[in-house]
């Protein structure tokens, strides 16, 4: 099999504001949001670093990474913040704690309010089993992202960093897709 040469523009980033003016909207599309933007803690690039992760498994797997359900605004912000610590891992006592939201979400501990317990689901397992990654796939690309996703915004890398990632930077690839997750009629070229 050929190496594919994949090239991707990206577009309509969602609301930008200039770091040094004070933050008056909202910032990034909800399903991309960081957790310091649902808990209004203070943002700088790092949220945008938790975006590109949010979009760059979108373009892997054609969902999305966190689709938060409820009946109203708050169900919904608390079934975020759930599928973030299932998949990233519990929040930080610091971090929970630092938003203007907080109080509403996480008590005096740093837990998550009337939560019982969460279902953690390493990424890596989420890419094989729900989207049928070969291993060494979804082992690099999980790394990738974990290092974009991390709860503690400093710890991020920024862009510049992110790109020299192994993941990025380790040449052509040979992903093999799990034909049999696609019906037969859509799979390309049936007949060659």
């Known amino acids: 099999m050929a190496p594919l040469d994949l090239k991707c523009k990206i577009a309509d980033l969602g609301n930008a504001v200039r770091i040094r003016n004070p933050l008056i909207a909202p910032i990034q599309t909800f399903r991309y949001k960081c ?9 700088s690039y790092p949220a945008d670093i938790w975006s ?40 930080p006592k610091e971090i ?3 938003g203007k939201l907080s109080a509403n979400f996480f008590d005096e501990s740093g837990n998550l309010k009337g939560y019982r317990r969460l279902r953690f689901r390493p990424l890596i397992n989420v890419l ?18 974990v290092t974009l996703l991390h709860f503690v915004p400093e710890r991020r890398p920024t862009a510049i960093q992110a790109i020299h990632h192994p993941w990025l930077t380790g040449g052509p690839r040979f992903l ?6 696609i019906p037969e009629e859509e799979t390309c070229c049936k007949n060659m």
């Open 52 to 91: 590109v992760a949010c979009i760059a498994f979108e373009l892997a797997t054609g969902d999305f990474l966190f689709n938060p359900q409820g009946k109203n605004s708050e169900d919904i912000v608390v079934d975020h913040l759930v599928l973030m610590m299932e998949l990233v891992g519990v929040t």
């Open 176 to 181: 093999q897709p799990s034909l049999s997750s």
């Open 96 to 98: 929970a704690l630092g």
């Open 35 to 43: 957790l310091e933007s649902l808990l209004l803690s203070p943002l």
């Open 128 to 145: 094989q089993k729900n989207f049928g990654f070969a291993k060494k796939d979804a082992a690099d690309f999980s790394k990738f992202l």
